[in-house]
């Protein structure tokens, strides 16, 4: 079975400040991995996706995620938050044959303060 | 492109109560997907499809109900009301080839 798990369900960090949230995950089979944002009262965007290639991608708002296979982690990372990064996190995988289920992690709040 | 659409927006109900939960997209995706969201626990898979008139269980499809008699459409179906479906509900889609799922902007739902 998969699994996915997010250590730390919230994390606080001052503005301009680096933040690193955690995503390890389980799984017997190759696996897609992704990162989706949620900001207060919307639904989930997809901020960034492992599918292949090179391990360490990008969004277009300063994150980045990098994909160990041997420690089977894709933490987020961004060296200077803003207050607008303010959101629940969420890290999920995707598995092959799974009908592109997404099975999530629980979550991670990161709060930025001023 | 509206993307994925839900109404409503809120609903409360009172228990033994029920209600459908609309989905629409209009993105000529096959694959639809409903989950819950519960603080600290993410999301959970209920239902799914990858085509109209083909839909399957997920992890935590007790107390509901799905169809899918068009491709747009993926309707939520409450039977009968409990607190333990106090949640926020998401829809979601993604096309053949695609990884990425789009989601809508969830339905909140009290039941008291």
């Known amino acids: 079975a998969q699994s996915v798990t997010q250590l730390d369900s919230q994390v606080p960090v001052f503005e301009e400040a680096p933040v690193e949230l955690r995503c390890n995950y389980s799984?017997?089979?190759?696996?897609?991995l992704f990162w989706y944002v949620q900001y207060p009262n919307q639904g989930l965007q997809l901020l960034l996706k492992y599918l292949s290639g090179s391990t360490l991608v990008k969004s277009i708002n300063g994150f980045e995620a990098e994909f160990n296979k041997s420690q089977t982690s894709f933490h987020l990372r961004k060296p200077s938050v803003h207050i607008s990064d303010t959101a629940e996190y969420f890290c999920?995988?995707?598995?092959?044959?799974?009908?592109?289920?997404?099975?999530f992690g629980s979550g991670t709040q990161l709060t930025v303060l001023p | 492109n509206a993307g994925v659409t839900q109404t409503p927006k809120f609903r409360i109900l009172k228990i033994g109560q029920s209600m459908t939960l609309q989905c629409t997209q209009d993105?000529?995706?096959?694959?639809m997907y409903w989950y819950r969201q519960d603080p600290g626990m993410g999301l959970k898979l209920i239902y799914y499809s990858v085509g109209a008139g083909i839909t399957d269980k997920g992890e935590v499809p007790n107390g509901y109900n799905v169809s899918r008699s068009t491709t747009e459409d993926f309707p939520l179906r409450l039977e009968l009301a409990a607190p333990s479906q106090t949640s926020v509900y998401f829809c979601?889609?993604?096309?053949?080839?695609?990884?990425?799922?789009?989601f809508g902007p969830g339905t909140r739902l009290l039941v008291l």
């Open positions: 979601a889609s993604t096309g053949t080839g695609e990884e990425t799922q789009y």
């Open positions: 993105m000529n995706h096959n694959y």
């Open positions: 999920a995988l995707l598995y092959s044959g799974s009908a592109r289920q997404l099975t």
């Open positions: 799984s017997s089979v190759s696996v897609y």
